[in-house]
């Protein structure tokens, strides 16, 4: 049976979209990538306007050679200009881009946030580690379970 072309296999190198806003956040989850050994190209916006921008091929993320379109994103809930549950429910309400999985990484623990996400279509909900070490578990784990997974084809719509 032929597997349609709209189906990945795998991680493949595909760009991975980090939505964070803390710095230090963005820092461990490059280091959590590095020690992992995850070969994906990883790319940080700051808020959910520049997560949006980024996801349609606007202003300065215009050149899909440099800023190629996520299979993935990791996205945070508290975040100035446009919060994360924003960001899904847009998302999930464009064509172009209701592919992407959408993995939440936040702090909050609260059952109205991990309820809303899972809700407006968010794929699974991390609560963020405080601590490197469990950082470095969490991301790592998931990279180990990613390898296996099928993706639908993510769009280009630019």
């Known amino acids: 049976m032929e597997t349609p072309e709209r189906v990945h296999h795998s991680l493949d190198g595909h760009a991975i979209l980090l939505v964070e806003d803390n710095e230090d956040d963005v820092f461990m989850m490059k280091r959590a990538f590095r020690k992992a050994s995850i070969p994906n190209p990883l790319f940080s916006v700051g808020d959910g306007v520049a997560a949006?921008?980024?996801?349609?091929?606007?202003d300065t993320y215009a050149?899909?050679?440099?800023?190629?379109?996520?299979?993935?994103?990791?996205?945070?809930?508290?975040?100035?200009?446009?919060?994360?549950?924003?960001?899904i429910a847009y998302v999930r309400q464009h064509p172009g881009l209701r592919t992407i999985v959408i993995n939440?990484?936040?702090?909050?623990?609260?059952?109205?946030?991990?309820?809303?996400?899972?809700?407006?279509?968010?794929?699974a909900y991390f609560i963020k580690p405080?601590?490197?070490?469990?950082?470095?578990?969490?991301?790592?784990?998931?990279?180990?379970?990613?390898?296996?997974?099928?993706?639908?084809?993510?769009?280009?719509?630019?």
């Open 52 to 58: 949006l921008e980024y996801l349609e091929g606007k």
């Open 104 to 123: 939440v990484l936040s702090s909050s623990t609260r059952a109205a946030d991990i309820e809303g996400a899972a809700a407006l279509g968010a794929n």
């Open 63 to 87: 050149d899909r050679a440099r800023f190629p379109f996520p299979l993935i994103m990791f996205l945070d809930l508290n975040m100035p200009r446009k919060s994360g549950l924003e960001v």
């Open 130 to 158: 405080t601590r490197i070490e469990k950082f470095q578990e969490l991301i790592s784990t998931w990279y180990s379970l990613a390898k296996f997974e099928a993706f639908s084809a993510s769009p280009n719509p630019a």
